[in-house]
């Protein structure tokens, strides 16, 4: 089973700022099957990114995903006051599916 | 609009069973896979169980399998999760999720409000 390694736990930023989030996977996964979800407090999940960097529909442009192998990238590059949330990666192998532990993006 | 709606949710005491529902609408149900996913209180996202468009594959996270069973109905776009033997541990909020299932991708699309489980004596 692969194993997702969110960090930094918790990130502060200010609005404005740029956000840069890591998923670490215990070994090498395709690109393909990587996506990132955003979380709010009291909300369902929210797909962000799938394929590891293909934008969900109606995502804004700000939210970029990277990587490949067993490092994976969340950049939003410009903070806006609603991007605070949780961010969760998840990918899928040997018809089993997993999420990283999440990064909490907190406002500074 | 695409909508999926949980329903099922309680106190259950441990032991006991629960059986979960989600209502889904918007879309042809019959044609996408179908996932749970479940979040302890203050705690991340679990995936729990996975099953294909038609029902003919079902996947399970190793701590439900031989105690949870996710099925479906087409006919009344309606999916399952029958809980058996529920302990503590248990306990979140159920969410169901609209799986996309490609060659090449694998992801969660459309998510449910979630509904919640609490496995207490």
């Known amino acids: 089973e692969i194993v997702l390694t969110q960090s930094p736990g918790t990130l502060s930023l200010s609005p404005g700022e740029r956000a840069t989030l890591s998923c670490r996977a215990s070994?090498?996964?395709?690109?393909?099957?990587l996506a990132w979800y955003q979380q709010k407090p009291g909300q369902a999940p929210r797909l962000l990114i799938y394929g590891a960097s293909s934008r969900a529909t109606g995502i804004p442009d700000r939210f970029s995903g990277s990587g490949s192998g067993t490092d994976f990238t969340l950049t939003i590059s410009r903070l806006e006051p609603e991007d605070f949330a949780v961010y969760y990666c998840q990918q899928y192998g040997s018809s089993l599916y997993t999420f990283g532990q999440g990064t909490k993006l907190e406002i500074k | 609009q695409v909508q999926l709606v949980e329903s099922g949710g309680g106190v259950v005491q441990p032991g006991r069973s629960l059986r979960l529902s989600c209502a889904a609408s918007?879309?042809?149900?019959?044609?996408?896979?179908m996932h749970w996913v479940r979040q302890a209180p203050g705690k991340g996202l679990e995936w729990v169980t996975f099953?294909?468009?038609?029902?003919?594959?079902?996947y399970y996270t190793d701590s439900v399998k031989g105690r949870f069973t996710i099925s479906r109905d087409n006919s009344k776009d309606t999916l399952f999760l029958q809980m058996t033997s529920l302990r503590a541990e248990d306990t979140a909020v159920y969410y169901c999720?609209?799986?996309?299932?490609?060659?090449?991708?694998?992801?969660?699309?459309?998510w449910g409000k979630g509904t919640t489980v609490t496995v207490s004596s």
């Open positions: 918007g879309f042809t149900f019959s044609s996408y896979a």
């Open positions: 999720a609209r799986g996309v299932v490609t060659r090449s991708y694998y992801y969660m699309d459309v």
């Open positions: 099953i294909s468009y038609d029902g003919d594959n079902k």
């Open positions: 070994q090498s996964l395709s690109s393909t099957y």
